[in-house]
């Protein structure tokens, strides 16, 4: 469960990024984090999803270093002993952003679920900090982490209960699973099946996938901002109306009726209390492909 927010605390932003494709995009998308983050003033922590000398986990540290970060530290966590470490739970409280890099989210979790280092993430993000998870690892920001599986060819894909399995994740926010597939993007063949399959095992849920280069943003006001390149799709099981998964076997089709279901381009936002998407306001400034890399 995310973290209670303490008096005089605003919940920091919880950002979900798609798969980083390409260079320009890599850029704009550590930018939107690092603006976030604090800027010139910021205090990051990479946490790394594979080994700690991944080449992603160095490609984010010089990128933010060259940002002028005014410090960057990656997380070494080698195994569950070091996630007990207190100077790590130390310098987690001084952060301004946690960044968890694409990976094995199995692996992290592994290492960090029910220890004192993951109750620190929670609390800081419950302090104002932002937290950003890239990829398949974005996935741990759930409290619901859907995990990929062996799928069939998306043209013999069936809405059976085989198509995600779940485990628990950090918990920083409990309403939103997120599924990411760096083949598929948002293509609704694929993804529409393992979202709707993801609310009607739970209608409380709200599913999300991105495109490639893609981000979005969950404020403290509840409000999801899409950014980037590509698109959001979002299945969202409020309405529910029926399902009959729990009565299916494994792999036999079941039911589900009245999920909302949208897909969102940068700068729409969605109200994850009211379930009402939103275009962005007009603007007069034109719009000539740079704002597909805007910051949120």
């Not at 980037?228 to 799709?233: N, V």
Request: with cysteine; net charge negative.
């Amino acid at each position: 469960m995310p973290a209670p927010v303490p008096p005089g605390y605003t919940r920091g932003p919880i950002i979900f990024m798609g798969p980083l494709t390409e260079p320009f995009a890599f850029e704009r998308m550590m930018q939107s984090f690092w603006d976030e983050a604090g800027g010139y003033g910021a205090r990051i922590l990479i946490v790394p999803t594979a080994a700690p000398d991944h080449p992603m986990v160095e490609g984010c540290r010089r990128w933010l270093l060259g940002a002028e970060a005014e410090s960057v530290d990656v997380l070494s966590v080698a195994d569950r002993r070091s996630a007990f470490a207190p100077e790590w739970i130390a310098r987690i409280e001084t952060v301004t952003g946690i960044l968890i890099t694409d990976g094995n989210p199995l692996r992290l979790i592994g290492f960090l679920g029910g220890t004192p280092v993951a109750q620190a993430l929670r609390r800081a993000n419950a302090r104002g900090r932002v937290i950003c998870g890239v990829g398949r690892s974005a996935s741990v920001l759930s409290q619901h982490m859907i995990l990929p599986v062996q799928a069939a060819p998306v043209q013999e894909a069936r809405l059976t209960p085989s198509l995600i399995r779940f485990a628990p994740g950090l918990g920083i926010v409990n309403r939103v699973a997120f599924d990411c597939d760096e083949e598929a993007g948002t293509h609704l063949r694929t993804h529409l099946p393992r979202l709707l399959t993801a609310v009607a095992h739970n209608p409380f849920l709200i599913g999300v996938a991105l495109d490639p280069n893609t981000g979005a943003v969950i404020y403290a006001n509840s409000e999801l901002e899409v950014f980037g390149a590509g698109a959001a799709l979002i299945v969202d099981g409020w309405q529910v109306e029926e399902t009959t998964l729990y009565a299916a076997r494994i792999d036999q089709p079941f039911r589900i009726s009245g999920v909302d279901v949208h897909t969102l381009s940068s700068g729409y936002t969605y109200n994850l209390d009211l379930h009402q998407a939103k275009s962005p306001p007009d603007s007069e400034i034109p719009q000539a492909g740079y704002e597909r890399f805007s910051s949120f």
